[in-house]
């Protein structure tokens, strides 16, 4: 299918007008395609082998107008760093319609209502590592929104230096958020609270409609989901680095991509946020923050959900994150059960992981082949006498597996990836990429999605990262 047969729909306007904001995009000066993704477009039905870079430019620069669509800004609120900011909405994005499950939305694509002091606008660094890394973490099965493609073009904006504007089309499933909820809480607006938690459930949560308590229901599920993707975060090393409750999805999704960072050494209190001083954001501390964010919306939620229920909900979060913890860092190990002593196993390796200075993503690739021979991995330590204690009590642990060397190795291979887009690697395309070189953002655009495969051109960006770019703070409009 061509963009001229795509019809979208609007479901989001048929609330009440404080909801939302129609605005139309405001284009960039000489758009020029950066890269445009196959993979989403395949999602929204459509035939990417029919479309034209013009098409592209034109769809993301708001020149063209899809069947169906009236664009639209969202009205949120949300806690920023721990204080609550009562009014924040979409102010760079523009909403375009729904088709297929998705969402499709113009970040970079000019002011709304919400924009506050804000330009509108998004530069082409910030432009690339979401359209990247949200492809990324699809591939790795963590629930993500996703990306169509990305324009740059000749608009310069003003952010730490000025820069080249860009857009990106996302698409998700909902771009609802916590903070959404709190908005119409902390207004008094009761009757459009519940108006939008009937439109979550039809949105996200469907299977929910005819059942008795959906509301609660509809929280324990967001609870749920909510904890295990803080899980799958801290099984792969990721760093969001903005959880305020405004970035925080209602449907459980990977939004909003900033600061982030792949860990580089395993450092547990790794903050990748320059601006996150006292390290609320930080690596380890964002299981305790998702539960403080889920707390935020129990209380938005709560002229929808007694206080005792919100509660009991709430209290599932930790058996969520822990269950679902321990059985993706299991399949790590490449543990075919899960014994009473594997919690111990575990913590003491990431201590071992930490006091050695480890890079943790070929590390863990790294033993995904072990088969008894510990130089490879003794070579990837500053500690080998406590890597090779471990070592000695994994091998006693994998004498209980059930499943044979080689089945596990072809397991492990297929669970931890050898590529992760760390931030230097990103930059590297980046840096490129301003020059008018867009190359190699669509060759990580397809290890991105292939991060299990060998890639052997690419083979330096698998090893650990370069020490002069380990573990670097990125700002806010990264």
Not at 452 to 473: M, Q
Request: charged share 25%; aromatic share 10%; proline share 5%.
């Amino acid at each position: 299918m061509k963009l001229d047969n795509l019809t979208l729909q609007t479901p989001y306007l048929d609330l009440d007008p404080i909801f939302y904001h129609e605005v139309s995009p405001t284009g960039l000066k000489n758009p020029i395609l950066v890269s445009y993704n196959p993979e989403a477009a395949s999602l929204l039905g459509l035939n990417p082998e029919l479309l034209s870079a013009g098409e592209f430019e034109a769809l993301l620069n708001g020149s063209l107008t899809l069947n169906g669509s009236r664009p639209y800004a969202m009205c949120y609120a949300g806690h920023q760093f721990g204080h609550y900011v009562p009014r924040l909405g979409d102010g760079r994005a523009i909403n375009l319609g729904w088709v297929n499950g998705w969402n499709l939305q113009l970040k970079g694509s000019g002011q709304t209502l919400y924009s506050r002091q804000g330009d509108g606008r998004a530069v082409l660094r910030s432009s690339i590592r979401e359209y990247l890394m949200s492809e990324a973490m699809h591939a790795l099965a963590i629930p993500t929104s996703r990306a169509l493609a990305i324009i740059s073009s000749d608009e310069n904006v003003a952010r730490e230096k000025w820069e080249r504007g860009s857009i990106v089309l996302r698409l998700s499933p909902s771009w609802i958020r916590f903070g959404s909820f709190e908005y119409f809480f902390h207004t008094h607006r009761f009757r459009e609270l519940e108006s939008l938690a009937d439109f979550l459930l039809r949105e996200s949560f469907p299977h929910l409609l005819d059942q008795e308590e959906p509301y609660r229901k509809m929280f324990r599920e967001i609870v749920k989901r909510t904890a295990e993707l803080m899980a799958h975060w801290q099984a792969v090393g990721f760093n969001h680095g903005v959880m305020n409750t405004d970035n925080m999805s209602a449907a459980g999704l990977t939004i909003d991509y900033g600061p982030y960072a792949f860990l580089d050494t395993f450092e547990s209190g790794y903050i990748c946020n320059h601006t996150d001083h006292e390290g609320r954001y930080s690596y380890d501390n964002q299981p305790r923050i998702g539960y403080w964010n889920l707390s935020r919306l129990a209380h938005a939620l709560s002229p929808l959900i007694s206080a005792d229920k919100l509660e009991m909900e709430l209290d599932r979060y930790g058996e969520y994150f822990t269950g679902k913890l321990m059985d993706l860092l299991t399949q790590k190990l490449g543990l075919d059960t899960i014994s009473d002593d594997d919690g111990d196993l575990l913590k003491s390796l990431f201590s071992v992981l930490e006091n050695g200075r480890v890079d943790m993503t070929p590390f863990f690739r790294t033993l995904s082949r072990y088969n008894g021979d510990k130089a490879p991995l003794l070579a990837l330590t500053l500690a080998p006498n406590q890597l090779n204690e471990w070592l000695i009590r994994y091998d006693e642990r994998l004498k209980r597996n059930t499943s044979s060397s080689s089945e596990r190795h072809e397991k492990m291979v297929r669970t931890n990836p050898k590529y992760v887009l760390k931030n230097y690697i990103l930059q590297e395309a980046i840096d490129l990429a301003e020059k008018g070189d867009f190359t190699l953002v669509n060759t990580l655009l397809k290890i991105a999605q292939n991060p299990y495969d060998e890639h052997p051109s690419y083979e330096r960006y698998a090893g650990p990262t370069p020490l002069h770019f380990k573990n670097l703070k990125l700002s806010c409009s990264s």
